[in-house]
């Protein structure tokens, strides 16, 4: 059973420091992991997608990557700023079914 | 703007009430799913729809039914509103079957007391 976890469960930093948000999984078979951003009170907005094929996919100042043979992803935030505070959340779709798993997510605080 | 619309984005129902939260998609995708949030537990599948006409049960069917109306709308009712469902509902569809990522909608807030 695929479980998908997210550590630390919150992350306070001050602005303009580059930080990493970890995600975890224990079946590397996966067909590919997206990370979202949720703001309080909204709904899940798309940052990446990494195809299992993929090693990594890059967004303005966000990078995700991925390496299914540990079973983890990274989503690498560059010269944060406040605007970056909210959670983020990593979701694995694996090879079989419909299944996709969510793991809890990182609250992220960037400090002005 | 293109995406996912859910309505209502807030209700409070008393226990024992029914009510149906609608979604609807203009991005012509083939999979919809019915998702609850939970403080400490992530999202968790409800129900979700592969292609129009079709609908299975996800991680926590029970108390739920889903209606494929037709491609672009998905809706979930719930018949006797109990507190344990009292959450954040999301509404979100892909291309097909989460091949090419989830685009969600803003989610509904609802308590049932």
């Known amino acids: 059973k695929q479980e998908v976890t997210q550590i630390p469960a919150a992350l306070s930093v001050p602005e303009g420091e580059n930080l990493v948000l970890n995600c975890s999984f224990t079946?590397?078979?996966?067909?590919?992991l997206q990370w979202f951003r949720q703001d309080p009170g909204k709904g899940l907005t798309s940052l990446l997608l990494?195809?299992?094929?993929?090693r990594e996919q890059t967004s303005g100042r966000l990078n995700a990557s991925l390496d299914k043979s540990s079973g983890r992803s990274t989503l690498y935030i560059a010269a944060s700023q406040p605007g970056d505070s909210a959670t983020y959340l990593c979701a694995v779709r694996n090879t079989g079914g419909f299944k996709t798993i969510f793991g809890a997510g990182t609250r992220l605080f960037v400090k002005a | 703007n293109a995406g996912v619309t859910q309505t209502p984005k807030f209700q409070v129902l008393k226990t024992g009430q029914s009510m149906t939260l609608q979604c609807a998609q203009d991005m012509n995708h083939n999979s919809m799913y019915w998702y609850r949030q939970d403080p400490g537990m992530g999202l968790r599948l409800i129900y979700y729809s592969a292609s129009e006409g079709t609908t299975d049960k996800g991680e926590v069917p029970n108390g739920y039914n889903v209606s494929r109306l037709n491609k672009r709308e998905f809706s979930l009712r719930l018949e006797s509103a109990a507190p344990s469902q009292t959450s954040v509902y999301f509404c979100?569809?892909?291309?097909?079957?989460?091949?090419?990522?989830?685009?969600f909608g803003s989610g509904t807030r609802l308590t049932v007391v």
């Open positions: 079946d590397s078979a996966i067909y590919n």
């Open positions: 990494i195809q299992s094929s993929q």
């Open positions: 979100a569809s892909s291309e097909y079957a989460g091949v090419y990522g989830y685009t």
